[in-house]
């Protein structure tokens, strides 16, 4: 993973001249169908923790988490689960992908630009602000990463050259944050929370089915369309590869 040098001064967290254009480094061949596993990987697991969230939210909450850690999990396990245990899988699970969409952005610049505009068609803003704006664009950069590091601002951040080290901080603690408040929240509604729970294991076969049926579907649509995570890792090795 890229980092900067040992020799790089300063090791806080200065402010960046991010507007400079940084020549991408050499890519090794490997590296993009390694990247595009472990996304696939990430793919899979969060599809699965979708499909069986109405089985494993009261018998296993913190394998889900551990699946998904979207925000109705970590607010849905509260009551059965511990806060420590949750802050350590939770965190390992939400920052899993975000290295590999920084390498990404990182290694592969304009291309990766290109692919994640129809991966990620919600978040062309942000990609229009980078291009366009870039100077005023990396005073805020900073700001994303810690408030919301998905992974189009994770990609964003390796294309406009973030050092990893200051990456991998604003990411982490912004995770840390995130799942303090969902936490919070659960502890707010945990009796709310327990009624829905009980409701969920009472018709659990018919929300099994449910929910398999629409991940299914929307797995589906995005291969049809080659959108979505599902639909671009599929045509990755075509639109990034040498």
């Given amino acids: 993973m890229p980092e900067r040098s040992e020799s790089d001064p300063d090791d806080g967290l200065p402010a960046e001249p991010a507007d400079?254009?940084?020549a991408a480094p050499e890519r090794p061949r490997w590296l993009l169908p390694l990247l595009g596993a472990g996304i696939?990987?990430?793919?899979?697991?969060?599809?699965?923790g979708n499909a069986a969230w109405a089985s494993w939210i009261n018998k296993h909450p913190l394998g889900l988490i551990s699946l998904n850690a979207s925000n109705k999990y970590l607010i849905g396990t509260t009551p059965n689960t511990a806060f420590l245990e949750v802050l350590v899988v939770g965190t390992l699970r939400l920052m899993a992908p975000d290295p590999l969409f920084y390498a990404l952005g990182y290694l592969y610049r304009?291309?990766?630009v290109h692919w994640?505009?129809?991966?990620?068609?919600?978040?062309?803003?942000?990609?229009?602000?980078?291009?366009?704006?870039?100077?005023?664009?990396?005073?805020?950069l900073d700001a994303l990463v810690f408030i919301m590091p998905?992974?189009?601002?994770?990609?964003?951040?390796?294309?406009?050259?973030?050092?990893?080290?200051?990456?991998?901080?604003?990411?982490?603690?912004g995770t840390i944050g995130r799942i303090i408040l969902?936490?919070?929240i659960g502890t707010v509604f945990e009796e709310q929370i327990l009624d829905v729970l009980d409701v969920v294991a009472r018709y659990q076969r018919w929300l099994l089915i449910i929910s398999g049926l629409s991940v299914v579907g929307y797995?589906?649509?995005?291969?049809?369309?080659?959108?979505?995570?599902?639909?671009?890792?599929?045509?990755?090795?075509?639109?990034?590869?040498?």
């Fill in 20 to 22: 400079t254009e940084v």
């Fill in 40 to 48: 696939v990987a990430l793919v899979v697991a969060n599809n699965f």
């Fill in 110 to 112: 304009e291309r990766a």
């Fill in 116 to 140: 994640a505009r129809r991966v990620f068609p919600t978040s062309g803003g942000l990609f229009d602000a980078l291009e366009t704006e870039q100077g005023s664009f990396a005073r805020i």
């Fill in 150 to 173: 998905n992974n189009p601002v994770c990609l964003i951040a390796g294309v406009a050259g973030m050092r990893f080290r200051r990456f991998l901080f604003l990411a982490l603690t």
């Fill in 182 to 184: 969902m936490r919070l």
């Fill in 219 to 242: 797995i589906a649509w995005q291969l049809r369309s080659h959108r979505g995570l599902v639909g671009g890792v599929e045509d990755l090795e075509e639109e990034l590869g040498d």
